[in-house]
């Protein structure tokens, strides 16, 4: 069973518009992360949450937007979506503090035309 | 911040020889350093990891180096298989916000060749 669930998997959007990834970590962990990768970029950490509390935004921009509901779930808000924002995004999650483990989901692979 | 540097980009590899990835960083203050293999459409798996209260560690055929006065991190996979042939990216934790962020290399893509 996927202990880190991340919907959909494959997104097409077009330019302009708003989209939300989701994920869901099943591992019982405290922190969670999303990282984007890209043809361009290598793995980029984009936030960390830690019990539900934004500890780190490095996103150049307010589009990019957390949203945390329930302390397993940390879901990712873009908006004025740009081709430049086509990429696979990745959840990952970790036990307690914020040095521990970090595993990945399966990640959101968004493609923006 | 911290910025990771990842060498080689490329590895070409006869079977059963080993294959070594350096990485070296900036922040003195960085004290996690994982290492993550990811094949093509996947996630990327921890493989092995190091804190800077050690040297060397060694998981099966898995063998990490670190030098702290150096900065500098090093995977060596001894006895290679063409199973191990994927994307493979050092990465580093633990500065002083401790905020969880991985800064990663760019990632070395291993070829090993039967």
């Known amino acids: 069973d996927p202990k880190i669930i991340q919907k959909p998997k494959y997104l097409v959007a077009v330019t302009g518009s708003e989209k939300i990834l989701i994920c869901e970590q099943y591992l019982g962990h405290n922190a969670m992360y999303w990282y984007r990768q890209s043809a361009k970029k290598p793995l980029e950490f984009m936030f960390s949450?830690?019990?539900?509390?934004?500890?780190d935004n490095q996103t150049a921009s307010s589009r990019f937007q957390p949203q945390s509901s329930k302390k397993n779930h940390l879901d990712l808000q873009i908006t004025a979506l740009k081709p430049d924002d086509s990429a696979t995004y990745f959840c990952a999650s970790s036990q307690g503090g914020l040095v521990d483990t970090q595993y990945f989901g399966p990640g959101t692979r968004l493609l923006v035309l | 911040g911290e910025q990771v540097e990842q060498l080689p980009s490329i590895l070409r590899v006869q079977e059963r020889s080993s294959a070594s990835i350096n990485c070296t960083y900036e922040n003195s203050a960085s004290n996690y350093f994982p290492w993550y293999k990811q094949e093509p459409g996947e996630n990327p798996k921890l493989i092995i990891d190091i804190r800077s209260n050690m040297e060397r560690k060694q998981i099966q055929g898995l063998i990490v180096l670190l030098d702290k006065k150096a900065k500098r991190f090093s995977l060596h996979i001894t006895d290679t298989q063409p199973a191990d042939s994927a994307m493979y990216f050092c990465a580093a934790s633990g500065t002083g916000a401790n905020t969880g962020k991985l800064t990663f290399g760019h990632g070395t893509i291993l070829r090993v060749h039967p």
């Open positions: 949450y830690s019990y539900q509390k934004l500890m």
